[in-house]
């Protein structure tokens, strides 16, 4: 990929991208660190100041976990809350006509 390339990806990175982009190297160089292993200097800087090819793999990288984890457990999460939602709609329904029964029986227990 050339330098144009790599240029046009990162301005068309989303957000959410940049800042795992950006918390993947800080923990891949803080976890290196700890477990002694000797990363290339030039790696051994903020995010911004990676070499071009380095942004634009962690990025790649950073866009397919969010791709394949974060967005379905996003959507997964979006479709439990519009389940609960529904069931809890369900159970004020079912309250709401418990008691509508119940004022009715009342009724007639007065009218006997």
């Given amino acids: 990929m050339d330098e144009e390339s790599i240029k046009r990806f990162l ?8 800042k795992l982009a950006i918390f993947m190297h800080k923990s891949y160089e803080a ?7 000797k990363t290339q200097e030039k790696c051994q800087v903020s995010f ?7 942004k634009a793999t ?6 397919c976990v969010h791709n394949e ?3 379905k457990v996003l959507e997964r999460n979006k479709m439990l ?3 609960a939602i529904r069931d809890s709609q ?16 009342d009724e007639l ?3 006997l």
Avoid: C, G
């Fill in 69 to 71: 984890f974060i967005a």
């Fill in 31 to 37: 976890n290196a660190h700890a477990l002694e292993w």
């Fill in 48 to 54: 911004w100041d990676l070499p071009m090819e380095n």
């Fill in 11 to 18: 301005e068309k990175a989303d957000s959410d991208w940049i």
């Fill in 90 to 105: 369900f159970v004020y329904d079912t309250i709401a006509e418990k008691n509508e029964l119940r004022k009715e029986l």
């Fill in 58 to 63: 962690m990025l790649a990288v950073a866009e």
């Fill in 109 to 111: 227990k007065k009218r």
């Fill in 81 to 83: 809350e519009r389940q």
